[in-house]
């Protein structure tokens, strides 16, 4: 990552939990839990379901995990891992997984950053960053999840051809996003007309903190970029994008 290590987190839990909620982290999350194997040894996707998936999917910080149901409902061919260090967050998933009978799901309630480490070449289909923290203060922005190491690992978890998709609401953490991923030789924006990064993804639920941005007044950015087969070179740290 761009300095030292850093918590791109906030707080670890928030309101008090109710009983419903203080069972379903007991008994239904370690079943779902994504643990990483000793000795850094890689981990499978493959190996967290029983049964072989058409494709894995991953969505780092998936808030109150609507937008990663309603993907696995949707899509139940599709593995989905979700990775979220918010209790409260999780909860409201594991509620959505238990009254769905989501199959298809499996949580990491920890910060993604060991999770992308272990994660072998090439394994996902496709990667989500929603509405990540923006960290607005100047002092703050180092904590952003998006840097230059952080792109360059979903491009390496990415098979040729994946879709890293990118949603915010404050127009300066898309623009953050857009300088360092025109840094990383992996991932092309596949945009080619306004339209394109201001219309909601085609399979867009909808999440409820977007729709809180925009009864605000923000306009969301909807971002994708494409992992190259053949990676292009990066611009020129002194050029105009540095």
């Known amino acids: ?32 839990r994504v643990s990483l194997p000793p000795d850094g040894a890689r981990l499978d996707p493959a190996g967290l379901f029983p049964e072989q998936k058409r494709a894995y999917w991953l969505e780092i910080g998936f808030g109150g995990g609507e937008h990663l149901a309603a993907q696995a409902a949707r899509h139940p061919e599709i593995g ?3 990775a979220e260090p918010f209790v409260n967050g999780v909860v409201k ?34 990667v989500y960053l929603l509405y990540p923290d923006p960290w607005p203060k100047r002092r703050q922005r180092k904590r952003r999840f998006v840097s230059d190491a952080s792109l360059a690992e ?21 623009g953050w996003t857009l300088v ?16 394109d990064w201001t219309n909601p993804y085609p399979d867009w ?5 977007e729709a809180k941005a925009v009864a605000a007044g923000r306009r969301p950015t909807y971002l994708e970029f494409v992992r190259e087969t053949h990676p292009v070179a990066a611009p020129d740290a002194a050029g105009s994008l540095a």
């Open 80 to 82: 989905f891992i979700g």
């Open 1 to 32: 990552m761009e300095g030292p290590e850093r918590a791109f987190f906030g707080r670890r839990k928030g309101k008090r939990l109710r009983g419903g909620q203080e069972q379903r982290l007991a008994e239904l999350l370690p079943k779902l």
């Open 205 to 209: 639920p909808g999440t409820r903190y």
């Open 93 to 126: 998933l594991l509620r959505a997984i238990d009254d769905q009978a989501l199959a298809n799901v499996r949580i990491r309630d920890e910060d993604v950053t060991a999770l992308l480490a272990a994660l072998p070449d090439a394994c996902l289909d496709r």
């Open 180 to 195: 360092r991923a025109a840094r990383c030789r992996a991932l092309r924006w596949n945009a080619a007309r306004a339209a």
């Open 154 to 174: 979903i491009a390496r978890v990415l098979r040729p051809g994946g879709l890293f998709r990118f949603a915010s609401d404050i127009d300066d953490y898309a």
